[in-house]
């Protein structure tokens, strides 16, 4: 690691589980960038103790303060929750095991913070992780090569995703952090983003959507993504319902306006003959319908 490369102000917190590997992988990632954080804050909420033993081996607070929490409380906005309670900087940018950053991502970042918007959070593209192989499926993908400022009523899942984000600590403070009902490892199963980016534009802040910020992630087997499909539509649909329990009608129509995305999907998939695709939307339709139901009667 060359001596000279410049160090920003801002929290790097990554987020694992049962996953060294990976974590390995994406730190050398962070690691080998064009610029360095000022700290990473390694969440673990890991089973067994590969990861820890992985940290304590790898030397990499030797270039960069490093801080490792080991967290027994499950759950992927829990996770973010405890990087925020740990960082020191003002800014705090996310991802997670599963994603590898590009070497110009913070550098990227911080020209996104440095826009005439003057943005309060900045998110990313994220890409599919390697060539294409038979059988391996791209997730969360943000392509988009167009640069986008999200201001008020907009639909959360056009700005970004968590694992490619940074926000402005005092607004994560100001909106209260990640809802620790919604997120992988939770009852709500996904969906902890799209939360906090609808309350961070709720409460007036500005997001901007850096196309050069880029972060790759990894691609999944047929069998994991079929698996996956109910729980993002259970996160979709318990995190509107939720909003639309406190009398958010925008929330209410986010929702229709998904399920109806949704159903043009299916049926157009149905029209093509892609069944694995019209398999895909009715897990995710499924999913959605568990998940409003979880949103309207959850009390706590």
């Given at each position: 690691?060359?001596?000279?490369?410049?160090?920003?102000?801002?929290?790097?917190?990554?987020?694992?589980?049962?996953?060294?590997?990976?974590?390995?992988?994406?730190?050398?990632?962070?690691?080998?960038?064009?610029?360095?954080?000022?700290?990473?804050?390694?969440?673990?909420?890991?089973t067994q103790t590969e990861t820890a033993d992985l940290v304590t081996a790898a030397g990499w607070d030797r270039i960069v303060p490093l801080r490792y929490v080991r967290q027994p409380h499950r759950g992927l906005a829990a996770s973010r929750n405890a990087a925020v309670a740990h960082a020191s900087q003002p800014i705090v940018v996310f991802?997670?095991?599963?994603?590898?950053?590009?070497?110009?991502?913070?550098?990227?970042?911080?020209?996104?913070?440095?826009?005439?918007?003057?943005?309060?959070?900045?998110?990313?593209?994220?890409?599919?992780?390697?060539?294409?192989?038979?059988?391996?499926?791209?997730?969360?993908?943000?392509?988009?090569?167009?640069?986008?400022?999200?201001?008020?009523?907009?639909?959360?899942?056009?700005?970004?995703?968590?694992?490619?984000?940074?926000?402005?600590?005092e607004w994560l403070d100001r909106v209260g952090g990640f809802d620790e009902r919604l997120g992988a490892g939770s009852p709500g199963f996904s969906a902890e983003d799209l939360d906090v980016f609808?309350?961070?534009?709720?409460?007036?802040?500005?997001?901007?959507?850096?196309?050069?910020?880029?972060?790759?992630?990894?691609?999944?087997?047929?069998?994991?993504?079929?698996?996956?499909?109910?729980?993002?539509?259970?996160?979709?649909?318990?995190?509107?319902?939720?909003?639309?329990?406190?009398?958010?009608?925008?929330?209410?129509?986010?929702?229709?306006?998904?399920?109806?995305?949704?159903?043009?999907?299916?049926?157009?998939?149905?029209?093509?003959?892609?069944?694995?695709?019209?398999?895909?939307?009715?897990?995710?339709?499924?999913?959605?319908?568990?998940?409003?139901?979880?949103?309207?009667?959850?009390?706590?």
């Amino acid at each position: 690691m060359a001596s000279d490369v410049s160090r920003i102000d801002l929290t790097v917190a990554v987020a694992t589980m049962n996953r060294p590997s990976a974590l390995a992988r994406c730190m050398s990632a962070i690691l080998m960038g064009q610029a360095l954080p000022a700290e990473i804050v390694i969440v673990d909420q890991s089973t067994q103790t590969e990861t820890a033993d992985l940290v304590t081996a790898a030397g990499w607070d030797r270039i960069v303060p490093l801080r490792y929490v080991r967290q027994p409380h499950r759950g992927l906005a829990a996770s973010r929750n405890a990087a925020v309670a740990h960082a020191s900087q003002p800014i705090v940018v996310f991802t997670d095991d599963d994603c590898v950053p590009d070497e110009g991502w913070l550098t990227a970042i911080v020209a996104g913070f440095d826009g005439a918007e003057k943005p309060d959070a900045v998110t990313g593209r994220v890409l599919p992780l390697g060539p294409e192989r038979p059988g391996f499926y791209a997730v969360s993908t943000r392509a988009s090569r167009v640069r986008a400022v999200y201001r008020g009523r907009s639909l959360p899942w056009a700005v970004g995703s968590g694992g490619n984000s940074a926000v402005k600590r005092e607004w994560l403070d100001r909106v209260g952090g990640f809802d620790e009902r919604l997120g992988a490892g939770s009852p709500g199963f996904s969906a902890e983003d799209l939360d906090v980016f609808y309350r961070l534009l709720r409460a007036g802040a500005t997001v901007r959507y850096e196309p050069d910020a880029i972060v790759f992630h990894e691609r999944q087997d047929g069998a994991r993504r079929l698996a996956s499909r109910p729980s993002y539509g259970f996160g979709m649909g318990a995190f509107c319902a939720l909003w639309t329990r406190r009398h958010d009608a925008y929330a209410g129509w986010m929702l229709a306006r998904w399920c109806f995305d949704r159903s043009r999907a299916l049926l157009t998939a149905c029209v093509r003959r892609r069944w694995r695709r019209v398999r895909e939307e009715l897990l995710m339709l499924r999913g959605a319908a568990c998940g409003i139901a979880y949103g309207l009667t959850r009390t706590s």
